[in-house]
């Protein structure tokens, strides 16, 4: 699962893979959870844009009071369930990202974990969307990870935007076909629990 993750100057950074941005501000969120708007790429004919959709999918069958929005999609099961499998075929986008956060489970603790690209560049994440609201893909974590988590986001290398952003390929099949890239992380202060705590201390190194 993935539930928390960090995004610094998501305009700047992405010039290079868009044609436009729309709406979006060039801000730095160090906090970014779900049912906040946050800044994805999706695909038009006449170019990529990147624009902000909520995090967290809520199914137009499901009753809105009684459901809980859906944050992740698993990969192994993305083209049988229900609220994803026309998505990854149809409506596709990229979650983009600095790194993102993940908690060690002790017997009565949870000490957090920051993740990023080994050589720091920018994370693409594999998501779909539907009704201005977007949910990301995980996987099983690798060996690194696990002594952390179990799952991790489905990490996309900037080469692999314009085909996971292509109708015409096979979604799951291509994501399990990709080169993952390799993670690095490290403990860190425990203030990043609280949502509304969101400054760049939260990223930095304990221990």
């Given amino acids: 699962m993935c539930g928390r993750y960090v995004i610094t100057k998501p ?3 992405t010039k290079k893979y868009v044609k436009s941005s729309i709406k979006v501000d060039d801000n730095d969120n160090y906090n970014a959870h779900p049912y906040q708007n ?15 959709l909520k995090w967290g999918m809520v199914p137009i069958w499901a009753k809105k009071k009684e459901f809980k929005a859906l944050i992740n999609a698993r990969i192994e099961t993305i083209n049988e369930k229900i609220s994803f499998k026309k998505l990854i075929k ?4 990229i979650a983009i990202m600095d790194g993102f956060y ?8 949870k000490i ?18 539907d009704n201005n609201q977007f949910c990301l893909i995980t996987e099983e974590a690798d060996i690194k990870v696990k002594k952390i ?28 076909a990709r080169k993952k890239p390799n993670l690095e992380f490290y403990e860190i202060s ?13 990223i930095q190194k304990i221990n």
């Fill in 149 to 176: 988590h179990h799952r991790q986001p489905v990490i996309l290398k900037k080469e692999d935007i314009k085909n996971y952003l292509n109708l015409e390929i096979e979604g799951q099949q291509f994501l399990y």
């Fill in 11 to 13: 305009v700047t950074k």
């Fill in 102 to 109: 993940e908690w060690k489970r002790t017997d009565n603790n």
């Fill in 90 to 93: 149809v409506k596709r986008c």
């Fill in 112 to 129: 957090p974990f920051y993740f990023q690209n080994q050589n720091k560049d920018m994370m693409f994440v594999a998501a779909i969307y």
């Fill in 38 to 52: 946050l800044p994805v790429i999706k695909a038009y004919t006449n170019g990529n844009t990147l624009e902000n």
């Fill in 190 to 202: 425990k203030d990043v629990n609280k949502p509304t705590n969101n400054n760049l201390s939260l």
